[in-house]
């Protein structure tokens, strides 16, 4: 009795459960709902190409240490690298002298207290640092970027669909909103007059609402001045910038590579020694089938021999 009680409170649940996803359905393709600004106009990220990308990319150094003057001199007056330290510029050529000198210049100061008094204090960074944030923390970040956090840029390329090449075309997507088509010809404003990018917000459409709160960090060609004599455009810099950002999200790339591809001829040495070893041992031993038990001939001729004394047939 208490099963079938119990079945038919089950049946009641699955009913209703079924009849509530048939009614919803229903309405989803009835009244299907609105399109958004964000789905209509959002871009795809651009292509980008770098030393790093494929099976057997290697970092270019030059590059990366491009990119890290770009962070060093631009992003980092709002974002930190807190997986990245400053002795890690050893792997991408700095020495030991430049990067004492650039932890001991680096504008921003570490924490740490005064141990005369036990006040908090700041202090010179030392090599052994990580990229400090440049605000003490999430409430003075937001509160200078209106209520928007600058997030780490240690992962920054492993955190977002498209990795570098994302950052890449968002610094150089920014856009002037009013007229701004899609690729279907249809323009913004018309279609979604509503979606106007509110004070304080900057049209982007590489991001994911249209609207970021980053301010365009690299505006000018000549923002930072390359020592390479590498032309620093805007496009150039955003391209080393991601370059360095693809370094800090994975700094054992090119060694995890070498690994890769030293594995791969291992393997197929393996692969080429286990096929000599059988054609020398095997190949001949499988031609000769020798047949035994019931089947082998000689005993096939005993049994018949037994029968016939025994006068049964078959
Ligand atoms: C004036 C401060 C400021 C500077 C300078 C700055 N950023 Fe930002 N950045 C922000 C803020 C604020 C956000 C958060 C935006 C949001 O959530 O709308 C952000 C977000 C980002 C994001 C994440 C976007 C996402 O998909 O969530 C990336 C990547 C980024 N910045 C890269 C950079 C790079 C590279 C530089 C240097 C070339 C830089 N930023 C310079 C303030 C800054």
Redesign the pocket.
């Given at each position: 009795m208490v099963r079938v009680i119990g079945f038919l409170v089950g049946l009641v649940f699955a009913g209703v459960l079924l009849i509530s996803l048939i009614s919803n359905a229903a309405t989803y393709f009835s009244n299907p709902p609105a399109p958004l600004a964000s789905d209509e106009f959002h871009k795809e990220h651009k292509e980008l190409h770098l030393a790093s990308d494929g099976p057997f990319g290697k970092f270019d150094n030059q590059q990366l240490q491009r990119g890290f003057q770009?962070?060093s001199e631009?992003?980092s007056?709002?974002?930190s690298l807190k997986l990245v330290s400053f002795r890690d510029l050893k792997h991408i050529g700095y020495n030991d002298a430049e990067i004492k000198k650039i932890a001991s210049d680096w504008k921003t100061q570490v924490p740490s207290i005064n141990p005369e008094t036990g006040e908090p204090a700041g202090r010179k960074a030392l090599s052994s640092d990580t990229f400090p944030s440049p605000f003490a923390n999430e409430v003075a970040a937001r509160a200078a970027?209106n209520n928007?956090?600058?997030?780490d840029?240690s992962l920054?390329t492993k955190a977002?669909e498209g990795g570098a090449a994302y950052?890449y075309s968002?610094?150089t997507g920014y856009a002037n909103q009013a007229g701004y088509k899609n690729e279907k010809g249809e323009e913004l404003l018309k279609a979604f007059p509503d979606a106007k990018t509110p004070p304080n917000l900057h049209f982007n459409p590489y991001?994911?609402n249209l609207n970021?709160?980053?301010?365009p960090?690299?505006t000018s060609e000549g923002q930072v001045s390359y020592e390479d004599g590498t032309k620093p455009t805007v496009d150039q810099m955003a391209k080393d910038?991601s370059a360095f950002?693809v370094w800090t999200a994975e700094p054992n790339l090119a060694s995890r590579h070498a690994a890769g591809l030293a594995v791969a001829i291992f393997l197929l040495f393996g692969a080429i020694l286990g096929y000599l070893a059988y054609q020398n041992l095997w190949h001949e031993a499988k031609r000769v089938v020798r047949v035994t038990g019931p089947l082998d001939p000689e005993n096939q001729a005993k049994s018949r021999r037994a029968k016939a004394k025994e006068g049964i047939a078959g």
């Open positions: 770009v962070y631009v992003c007056a709002c974002h970027n928007a956090l600058p997030p840029l920054i977002r950052v968002l610094l991001f994911a970021i709160a980053m301010p960090p690299l910038v950002l």
